[in-house]
T-cell receptor, first 115, second 112 residues
Framework: EAGVAQSPRYKIIEKRQSVAFWCNPISGHATLYWYQQILGQGPKLLIQ????????DSQLPKDRFSAERLKGVDSTLKIQPAKLEDSAVYLC?????????????FGPGTRLLVL | EDKVVQSPLSLVVHEGDTVTLNCSYEVTNFRSLLWYKQEKKAPTFLFMLTSSGIEKKSGRLSSILDKKELFSILNITATQTGDSAIYLC????????????FGTGTRLTIIP
């Protein structure tokens, strides 16, 4: 079974530029999560989708971050404009569905460096 | 707001030693506590603990939950260099969205 795919693996941009990350969850997984993990901290949930609907985006900085999952499969996370403090690893995870008992499978992440 | 605290923040031991990692939590609507191992970038699932006092075991790793005292421990016996990683503890809420709240992790380094 293929795992969660993410691209790119690394990205370096200058502040005020924009950047986009892509995630393809495990086939058949209805729930998709985006996490931000700053160095030395645990992952923090940014947004959760159930199929193509948003379940929780309470911690998403909506003035600069946006995410979509138009067809209920792939998802993109965008930052525009980026700030220095956005430097982090962005992890995508998926689970069969909410109510599956919590086993979320993580992708390899995208390491973002904002200069 | 749910809170998960892990200790120690980092630990360095020699190969063959036994280690115990701690996780305490203050949460509303407890459902389960999860342990993940993070090497390089992607956290990989280890255990889910829902019931108090029942040990989960996988090879040299084991974990147990104490719901009265609000903590969990992860034990690794006969450590190997491949156990070097960050170990994350996370709470999953009982709300429908099953949000994971992670601790800061324990960075474990095994010296050959």
């Amino acid at each position: 079974e293929a795992g969660v795919a993410q691209s790119p693996r690394y990205k370096i941009i200058e502040k005020r530029q924009s950047v986009a990350f892509w995630c393809n969850p495990i086939s058949g997984h209805a729930t998709l999560y985006w996490y931000q993990q700053i160095l030395g901290q645990g992952p923090k949930l940014l947004i959760q989708f159930q199929n193509n609907g948003v379940v929780d985006d309470s911690q998403l900085p909506k003035d600069r971050f946006s995410a979509e999952r138009l067809k209920g499969v792939d998802s993109t996370l965008k930052i525009q404009p980026a700030k220095l403090e956005d430097s982090a690893v962005y992890l995508c995870a998926s689970s069969v569905t909410s109510g599956s008992g919590g086993t979320q499978y993580f992708g390899p992440g995208t390491r973002l460096l904002v200069l | 707001e749910d809170k998960v605290v892990q200790s120690p923040l980092s630990l360095v031991v020699h190969e063959g030693d036994t280690v115990t990692l701690n996780c305490s939590y203050e949460v509303t609507n407890f459902r389960s506590l999860l342990w993940y191992k993070q090497e390089k970038k992607a956290p990989t699932f280890l255990f889910m603990l829902t019931s108090s006092g029942i040990e989960k075991k996988s090879g040299r790793l084991s974990s147990i939950l104490d719901k009265k005292e609000l903590f969990s421990i992860l034990n690794i016996t006969a450590t190997q260099t491949g156990d070097s990683a960050i170990y994350l503890c996370a709470h999953i809420s009982n709300f429908g969205n099953e949000k994971l709240t992670f601790g800061t992790g324990t960075r474990l380094t095994i010296i050959p």
